[in-house]
């Protein structure tokens, strides 16, 4: 390779590859002796070899790799052996041979069971190399899996340049690997059609450049452009989901190849090399498809949720409006008058009805009757009313969204889907729901206490099914099991099933997974594993214990509670002392008195600092800023500014955007622009 990969800032290649730097301290740790290591020096003739020795060893329990000095490098630590270990010895300016150091590092390994980095070991990082990269191809994260695996295995450190190149190398080969799987697979069809969308009309826009225009919001005009783009890259959808698993990379890969046709322009994507973005396309076109679907279900449950609220809100007026009525209305005293009409010897006995109608009329006697009865008005059967008045507005809103989405249920049998799929198939083969017989309509998912709202009184007194009411308690039914999680869209990516997303191939491949993961915990059986943490943890809970009773821990203090007294017969009081209920022990902690809820004097006692402050302290810490790589895996020209990435961090988590901390800070916002799509695949899903 002519240009090598930086892997590593100059502060991350000095912590691993500078020589050690110790205090006194970390003298007096890593230059302590036991009895093996002081037998082995014994064996060595030359002082110079002994103490040469003595700092190959410290240094490589520091860093695990050896280094080429002189002893005027490491003056302080040579003194500090020297007073330890060979007091009033003169120990000479020259240096050892190079067959006394090597044979000095040989004795090293064998004394602590490590072995030096040859040949094999090579080759078998080359291989963890193949199989960190379909993991992740952030160079980054696969120079942190190789430097743990020649810990695991006892290696050690190969020189920095040796990362470089088998890095490289193993990027390379993954490349032609999946760009050869591709064409092997992929149909002829399909591969136009993806080529296509690199070719622009005569309007200067590309076939990726419509794919990549996400919905603004949820109103019919952008519900139907989903629909529209979901309809045009179905095709490519199920080529790229046959294709990928035979690429056997993780979905954070595929998520990472689907971001660079995000970061590319469509003219800078034409210049790339076409076996190289027609694996991006199929990516993000597989990412896109699932993005659409998780777009067209929350566009299905907004728009439900719409219609109940209205639907609730209108059922309250109505209700309200009926009890005014009544009061308006006058029934008590209206229904006083009929009935002095029963007992008016004036009133002929033919004449009652005609009397009666006078005081409320014939239409108005139902609710005359009901008010009678004491009967209260039913929201509910107003609401599903209100369903029925806006029948074509439901149709044209939710119907569109049912038919093109794919809603699946564990249940093989479930009676919604079974509602759903003859709905569907009734519009696909462009009848109406009025065509067909009543007696067809799956009517199992029908809650009964919705059963009686669905059916309309005809006037012979018989009962029939409104298809619109039915047919929105389908779309009723499938929100709220999209809800709690009975009803699944799988090509999605935040409504499939957890059995799809985590454990679609476990059943078949267990052994297989376990064995890609590398993971000791998991290859460890429980029973060993849970007697480990019980190892671990009862130590640590009785030094709690202990400096609890002790005093020491001033933070919590012990509260003794004594029982309490019950009433007991002369037989119970006799019992020994060793029955008697013992005192029960709390512990409390204590916080000061305080003033209100918000200002609580607790917090006094810490310093005010900013968000800045700390999340540069938490880096300094545990180096979290190390995560944030250009979205380039190679070749990428710029740096990752730190003032930036922190400014971006801020901006997304309190909610400002960056172009408002751009005007509150002095970082422009072209270069947080820059930074947020550079990094942008941190927050890509």
Not at 160 to 189: C, H, K, M, N, V
Not at 339 to 368: C, G, Q, W, Y
Not at 415 to 427: N, R, Y
Not at 453 to 459: D, G, H, N, V
């Amino acid at each position: 390779m002519t240009k090598r990969l930086r892997l590593l800032s100059k502060n991350e290649l000095d912590s691993i590859y500078a020589l050690p730097k110790f205090n006194n301290d970390e003298r007096a740790f890593y230059f302590d002796l036991n009895h093996e290591e002081v037998e082995e020096i014994n064996c060595l003739r030359t002082l110079e070899s002994r103490v040469h020795f003595v700092l190959q060893l410290g240094y490589f329990k520091a860093k695990f790799t050896f280094f080429s000095f002189r002893f005027s490098q490491v003056m302080e630590d040579v003194l500090y052996i020297l007073n330890r270990y060979f007091t009033n010895l003169p120990l000479s300016e020259k240096m050892i041979s190079q067959r006394a150091c090597f044979k000095n590092n040989k004795r090293i390994l064998d004394l602590v069971s490590w072995n030096f980095f040859d040949q094999v070991a090579k080759e078998n990082l080359i291989k963890r190399a193949s199989e960190l990269v379909k993991v992740c191809v952030d160079p980054l994260y696969i120079f942190d899996g190789l430097f743990e695996f020649l810990n695991e295995h006892r290696l050690s450190l190969p020189g920095y340049s040796t990362f470089q190149d088998i890095i490289g190398q193993a990027l390379t080969i993954e490349e032609r690997r999946l760009q050869s799987i591709i064409e092997t697979y992929l149909p002829s069809s399909v591969n136009e059609s993806l080529q296509k969308m690199l070719v622009s009309d005569g309007k200067k826009m590309y076939g990726i450049t419509v794919l990549k225009k996400d919905s603004k919001g949820f109103n019919y005009k952008e519900v139907m452009n989903e629909i529209k783009k979901k309809l045009m890259s179905e095709v490519l959808f199920k080529a790229a989901q046959d294709i990928i698993p035979k690429l056997e990379i993780s979905e954070q890969n595929v998520v990472h190849y689907a971001y660079l046709v995000d970061y590319y322009t469509a003219d800078r994507l034409k210049e790339l090399n076409y076996e190289t973005v027609r694996l991006y396309l199929l990516c993000y076109v597989f990412y896109r498809f699932e993005k659409i679907n998780d777009n067209l279900v929350n566009s299905f449950i907004y728009r439900t949720n719409i219609f109940k609220k209205e639907a609730k809100q209108d059922s309250k007026n109505k209700v309200y409006d009926h009890k005014i009525e009544d009061k308006s209305q006058g029934y008590d005293e209206k229904i006083g008058r009929i009935l002095d009409i029963f007992t008016d010897p004036e009133v002929l006995d033919s004449d009652v009805r005609a009397k009666a109608f006078t005081i409320v009329e014939k239409e108005k006697f139902p609710e005359l009757k009901d008010h009678i009865a004491g009967k209260t008005f039913d929201e509910e059967e107003f609401r599903w009313n209100y369903y029925r008045s806006i029948a074509k507005t439901i149709s044209k809103n939710l119907r569109p969204l049912a038919r093109v989405l794919d809603f699946e249920s564990e249940n093989p049998n479930d009676p919604l889907i079974e509602a759903l799929t003859f709905v569907k198939k009734t519009f696909n083969n462009k009848k109406s729901l009025k065509d067909i017989a009543e007696d067809k309509f799956p009517k199992e998912f029908i809650p009964s206490y919705l059963e009686s709202y669905l059916y309309e009184k005809r006037e012979d007194s018989s009962k029939v099914l409104n298809v619109y009411q039915y047919e929105f308690l389908i779309y009723y039914q499938l929100e709220r099991a999209l809800e709690c999680g009975r009803v699944f869209v799988n090509d999605s990516f935040h409504f499939k099933s957890l059995k799809k997303d985590l454990l679609e191939d476990w059943e078949t491949n267990k052994e297989g997974i376990l064995a890609s993961l590398n993971n000791p915990i998991l290859n460890t059986p429980i029973e060993e594993q849970l007697k480990q943490f019980k190892d671990e943890f009862n130590p640590l809970l009785l030094d709690v214990n202990q400096r609890i009773e002790s005093g020491e821990n001033k933070e919590i203090t012990i509260k003794v509670i004594k029982p309490k007294k019950e009433k007991s017969d002369k037989a119970e009081t006799e019992q020994s002392d060793e029955n008697k209920t013992e005192e029960i022990r709390e512990w409390v902690l204590s916080y000061p008195k305080k003033d209100s809820e918000v200002d609580n004097p607790f917090y006094d006692q810490f310093p005010k600092v900013s968000l800045n402050q700390i999340l540069r302290f938490v880096n300094e810490d545990c180096n979290f800023m190390r995560a944030f790589t250009h979205v380039k895996s190679r070749y990428s020209k710029s740096k990752a500014d730190d003032d930036s990435i922190l400014a971006c961090i801020t901006a997304l988590a309190t909610n400002f955007g960056i172009f408002q901390m751009s005007t509150m800070s002095d970082i422009g916002y072209g270069k947080l622009f820059s930074t947020l799509k550079n990094l942008g695949v941190f927050t890509y899903r």
